[in-house]
């Protein structure tokens, strides 16, 4: 076992124990969950779309549900890859950028099997809060419906990245709100592609903007 994999290793198993036991402590404060769980009633998975500032809380949000999340190829994402499969989570390989042909064809064999996928439309480097397209590929290959998702804690930290990601802090309530499915016709055309983008984007922005108001969230806010 060479360097690398031992810190990997040693990452997802005290990165994962960490998040264990920071999550027990959150209060969840759901609402307008049906946007989803309609959908797996019937048994029909669904492409959850989330921006990666806010990944923290909804990956323990949804901690053993068997969702794959899109991560990128970067050794950064080898580290959150390990990290979320302890949490019950898989992990699609590629981004934009990087092994995204390869990451879609895995998706769609996911989906096939019945699981729910997660993807972080601004990451792996931003801009922050712009909606790449990706997901919508995904959405018209497979006929899924995007679900966006969005999180805010009552008390957190705010790392110095591109998208000032959010740690929140113990005992922190979190705020957590769903949107209704965006369907994306498989004979879509590049301008309707286009407008769905905006739309998702939109709406991802939107519930982020009200989960962040009931969580008291100030725009400059960097520590608990």
């Not at 794959?68 to 699609?92: N, T």
């Not at 397209?133 to 705010?158: D, E, H, K, M, Q």
């Not at 740690?167 to 590049?190: G, K, L, N, Q, T």
Request: contains cysteine; glycine residues 10%.
């Amino acid at each position: 076992m060479n360097r690398a994999e031992v810190g990997f290793r040693a990452v997802g198993l005290l990165g994962g124990g960490f998040l264990s036991l920071l999550g027990a402590t959150f209060r969840y404060r759901v609402s307008e969950t049906h946007h989803y769980t309609a959908f797996r009633e019937e048994g029909r998975p669904v492409i959850f779309i989330l921006w990666h500032a806010r990944l923290l809380s909804l990956v323990h949000r949804h901690r053993g549900e068997g969702v794959v999340a899109l991560v990128s190829r970067h050794r950064d994402g080898e580290y959150i890859a390990r990290v979320i499969r302890r949490g019950g989570f898989e992990a699609a390989r590629g981004s934009s950028t990087r092994g995204g042909g390869e990451a879609l064809r895995d998706l769609v064999r996911w989906t096939r099997k019945g699981h729910d996928i997660a993807i972080t439309p601004d990451g792996p480097k931003g801009p922050a809060r712009r909606l790449k397209p990706g997901a919508l590929t995904l959405a018209r290959i497979t006929g899924l419906p995007l679900v966006p998702a969005a999180a805010a804690a009552s008390r957190s930290w705010r790392a110095t990245s591109w998208d000032r990601f959010v740690v929140p802090a113990p005992f922190a309530r979190i705020h957590v709100r769903y949107a209704p499915p965006i369907h994306v016709s498989r004979d879509a055309s590049e301008e309707e592609l286009e407008a769905l983008r905006l739309q998702a984007e939109s709406e991802l922005n939107r519930i982020t903007d009200e989960v962040d108001r009931d969580a008291g969230v100030l725009d400059d806010e960097t520590c608990a």
